[in-house]
């Protein structure tokens, strides 16, 4: 799906520019402490190095936490453009490595009980910056709430990051199964987080695949895993990425292996901008809802 306007239009503003693919990645694991928004962060940041575009959203409506882990303050946040107050434009923070960051609210109970209308109007505002970024990093809240769902199910990729701990991988599959049964969803890539070795990053997708493959009819791919690191620890505490803090470390080169994969990943050839197929499939959910 790519970031364009229409042949017409484009005739009519005599505009010759290139437009250029634009992917939704939505970062989500169906539990907390899984390590999610920490492959946000450093997955964007390793994107950006190879020189992309990337903008990452702190999608934890309510709870947010991608400035905390990265010592930034910001003015204003998602419910400033939620409220009217500032455009989108106005909301973006630079972060480290290039990447650029839309805050979220933290600690609003009103924010992480937005209805579907307005989780549209906080995505719409995106099509103000389309032509300014070419991925857009989606970290979402844990659990399986709908605002977990309503970002998800729009997103051009899911990407589902494990543990190896049993409720980790129960509540993925729990997510999964919603994300399929009720909203159609069908492809999902899996991440393992955390793990000792490559090995145990294979047994890990295994588990969880020989309990999809028996319920549901979906497609699972594993993209990698990354291994755990006292590192990430160290970096944690010193409000860093740890792909920047210790750019040598093992989890780091993970990070930056799965950021070529993720620019691999094929995208869709329809003429339509991906953040208006994010838009529009978020229109409907607020309409059936």
């Known amino acids: 799906m790519i970031a364009m306007l229409d042949e017409r239009q484009l005739n009519t503003q005599g505009e010759k520019r290139q437009m250029h ?3 939704v990645i939505a970062v989500t694991g169906g539990k907390g402490g899984v390590g999610k928004s ?3 962060v450093n997955m964007s940041i390793a994107l950006a190095e190879m020189g992309r575009r990337v903008v990452l959203l702190d999608a934890d409506l309510g709870l947010a936490n991608i400035d905390v882990l990265l010592g930034i303050s910001a003015k204003n946040n ?4 939620l409220s009217g107050e500032v455009p989108l434009q106005d909301v973006l923070v630079n972060g480290p490595g290039g990447i650029r960051i839309i805050p979220a609210a933290s ?3 009103a924010m ?3 209805a579907p209308e307005e989780h549209v109007g906080l995505i719409r505002a995106f099509s103000t910056i389309a032509d300014q970024l070419d991925v857009l ?3 979402t809240a844990a659990g399986i709430s709908d605002g977990v769902v309503t970002f998800v199910k729009a997103a051009q990729e899911v990407l589902i990051v494990v543990t190896d701990e049993p409720t980790s991988i129960t509540d993925a599959y729990a997510l999964i199964k919603l994300l399929n049964r009720d909203h ?5 890539r899996v991440l393992a987080n955390m793990v000792k070795t490559p090995q145990d990053g294979h047994n890990l997708f295994a588990k969880l695949t020989k309990v999809t493959d028996r319920f549901l009819d979906i497609a699972l791919q594993y993209v990698g895993s990354i291994p755990f690191d006292e590192s990430v620890k160290r970096s944690v505490q010193r409000q860093k990425p740890v792909i920047q803090a210790y750019p040598r470390a093992k989890a780091s080169m993970a990070f930056k292996s799965l950021a070529k994969k993720v620019d691999s990943w094929p995208l869709p050839t329809t003429p339509r901008g991906n953040l208006e197929f994010f838009v529009e499939n978020l229109v409907s959910t607020a309409v059936r809802g």
């Open 38 to 40: 920490n492959v946000s």
């Open 137 to 139: 990093v989606v970290d």
């Open 112 to 114: 992480a009980q937005l």
């Open 21 to 23: 693919p634009v992917q």
């Open 107 to 109: 600690g609003t109970q």
């Open 184 to 188: 159609g969803l069908f492809r999902f």
């Open 78 to 81: 998602i419910s400033n453009v």
